[in-house]
């Protein structure tokens, strides 16, 4: 009995976590939309930060102010073509480049998609766990 409680806290926990994340992501795309500077990116680099996981792009673009920045989208993974070479669009808050975001539909829309269908996920499971007691 111990142990469904903690799952269900965890797993309530867990899903709240993900839907303010995403809450958090869908307001900073909502300001990036209204209020964001548009540059050109290249993938310069591929990046690996633990031996399992898998490449992640490295975008490099100039700000307003000529100062080069990189950075690492939110949405990696095969069929989302960044290859080392492609020139992609970005978009980042004025004066904030580390708001950097990747401008296509499916960059924008994969991070909040994944964390909603994540809390979504956790929170129906802890309420499923809550209900078969």
């Known amino acids: 009995m111990t142990g469904e409680v903690t799952g269900m806290v ?6 709240a976590l993900c839907l303010w994340a995403a809450v958090r992501e869908g307001r900073l795309q909502g300001r990036l939309r209204r209020y964001g500077v548009h540059a050109e990116g290249v993938v310069v680099d591929r990046e690996r930060f633990a ?7 490295v ?3 100039t700000d307003r102010q000529g100062r080069r920045t990189r950075f690492r989208p939110r949405a990696t993974g095969t069929g989302l073509g960044l290859d080392i070479g492609t ?3 970005v978009v980042h808050l004025p004066e904030q ?3 950097a975001r990747v401008f296509t539909r499916r960059h924008r829309m994969a991070p909040f998609i994944l964390l909603s269908i994540g809390g979504t996920t956790f929170l129906g499971t ?6 078969t007691r």
């Open 126 to 131: 802890s309420v499923l766990i809550a209900v």
């Open 97 to 99: 480049p580390d708001t």
């Open 87 to 89: 020139h992609v669009p």
């Open 51 to 57: 031996s399992d996981d898998p490449w992640s792009p």
């Open 59 to 61: 975008i490099e673009f």
């Open 10 to 15: 965890m797993c309530a926990l867990a899903g």
